[in-house]
């Protein structure tokens, strides 16, 4: 069965700190999105990955592809970073479709 | 600018009244998606679209219709809403390509009175 398991459910930590938010995955998953809902809005995708590592701004997203494991990263994290972050695995036979993590709700205090 | 685009945003509406959410999307993508997000089940595939003309269930259809007459519009239609259709919905579109982004719309929060 395809699946994707994100922890921590929910995360709360001070400004400043370093953020780690980790997701594995099953056999059959070909690249891994990571996604951020603020309150109330949209979703918008912050990476996409099927190897090694990507960086956006204080945003740092890797995969183990033998492990089958991602981590997203936020480094000096600020309370506009306070979201939920999902992870979301593309199966290998059929690209557009997604299989979702539940979420992590991520809150920032100042 | 890319961009999907799902009106409305918010809608209130009674039991059995018909309704449809349109999505729209600039990027001449060839797959769409709909999806449904509620309270500890994350986000489920209602209905996907792989090019015009061709739709396929996803893991929640039932209660749903959708169609796929022009590349750019994939809309979603509740013949009969109930409450238990009360969510919020986002539509998605990507190329359907190896490797390659999702776009998602702002969602549309539904409630079925």
């Known amino acids: 069965k395809n699946e994707v398991e994100q922890s921590p459910q929910n995360l709360t930590a001070q400004e400043g700190e370093f953020i780690t938010i980790n997701c594995s995955y099953s056999?059959?998953?070909?690249?891994l999105h990571w996604l951020q809902q603020h309150p109330g809005g949209g979703i918008v995708s912050l990476f996409m990955?099927?190897?090694g590592k990507k960086k956006h701004g204080r945003l740092i997203a890797t995969i183990n592809i033998q492990e089958k494991h991602s981590s997203l990263h936020i480094t000096a994290s600020h309370p506009r970073d306070s979201a939920v972050y999902i992870c979301?695995?593309?199966?290998?036979?059929?690209?557009?479709?997604?299989?979702f993590g539940k979420g992590t709700k991520l809150s920032v205090k100042p | 600018e890319a961009q999907v685009t799902q009106n409305p945003r918010y809608l209130i509406t009674v039991t059995g009244k018909k309704l449809t959410v349109t999505c729209s999307q600039n990027?001449?993508?060839?797959?769409m998606s709909w999806y449904r997000q509620d309270p500890g089940l994350g986000l489920r595939q209602i209905y996907y679209?792989?090019?015009?003309?061709?739709?396929d269930k996803g893991d929640v259809p039932e209660g749903y219709k959708v169609s796929r007459k022009e590349k750019r519009n994939f809309p979603l239609i509740l013949e009969s809403p109930s409450p238990n259709q009360t969510s919020l919905y986002f539509c998605a579109s990507s190329s359907g390509q190896a490797y390659t982004e999702a776009f998602f719309g702002q969602g549309t929060r539904l409630t079925v009175v």
């Open positions: 979301a695995g593309s199966l290998g036979g059929s690209q557009g479709n997604l299989i």
């Open positions: 990027m001449n993508h060839e797959y």
């Open positions: 990955l099927s190897s």
């Open positions: 056999v059959g998953i070909s690249a």
């Open positions: 679209s792989m090019n015009v003309e061709v739709t």
